[in-house]
């Protein structure tokens, strides 16, 4: 999960003072440029010195963050965007192949990450999910194998490691097949539903 770790790294060092000003009720911050526009409040950050603005933090009529925008990479392009609602952080979407759109969501609660989501290939379809249990562990990964825009595969995990996987075959939206998998991720039993009336009629173990 390579992706999720570049938002969380970004998320915390890029944004360090984040953890004391939000909710920000008026702004106060000797790090940053403050501009006042016509219905929100942008403060600008140069985090390597260059010269450039680098983050730009967005905050409602009340002085709480509602986005940064942030160029991780100094190249003068925005590439991650955070999202807050009511001072909450909700979601980050990132763009990791510098194409200028978003291939990357993650869904926090509570300051944690629950749910990623992927484009891979940049074709707009959101192809990979993963979501997190409250351990922060993968707990299921649904994604498109054959990019016509519908999941077709699911991994089942329990404390990180794969037990199960479930496939849709002929792209009906129905599950069709199932593998179980014992604690060396050796296929054990393997269950197929021929005729695709969503019941498995061949068994082999």
């Known amino acids: 999960m390579k992706k999720t770790l570049i938002c969380v ?18 702004v106060q911050c000797g790090r940053c440029h403050v501009k006042i526009l016509t219905e929100k409040t942008v403060l600008d950050k140069d985090v ?25 990479n100094f190249d003068g392009k925005v590439d991650t965007w955070i999202y807050f609602e009511k001072g ?19 869904f926090y609660k509570n300051l944690k990450l629950k749910r990623q989501e992927q484009d891979r290939d940049g074709d707009g379809l959101r192809e990979l999910t993963i979501l997190l249990d409250t351990e922060g562990e993968k707990e299921k990964v649904e994604f498109d194998s054959n990019g016509d825009g519908k999941m077709d595969t699911f991994n089942f995990y329990k404390k990180g ?3 199960r996987q479930e496939q849709d ?10 593998l179980w998998l014992d604690k060396q991720g050796k296929i054990v039993k393997i269950e197929i539903d021929t ?3 969503g019941k498995p009629d061949v068994t082999k173990e």
Not at 11 to 21: E, T
Not at 55 to 67: A, P, R, V
């Open 48 to 72: 390597n010195k260059d010269g450039k603005v680098d983050q730009w933090g967005y905050l409602d009529k009340n002085g709480t963050f509602n986005k940064v925008e942030i160029d991780s």
């Open 88 to 106: 909450h952080l909700v979601r980050v979407e990132s763009d990791t192949n510098n194409d200028g759109k978003s291939d990357t969501w993650n």
């Open 9 to 26: 790294v970004i998320l915390c060092a890029l944004w360090p003072y984040m953890a004391y000003s939000y909710p920000w009720r008026g």
């Open 161 to 163: 490691k794969l037990i």
């Open 195 to 197: 005729d695709f009336d």
């Open 169 to 178: 075959r002929n792209g009906d939206g129905k599950v069709d097949a199932w």
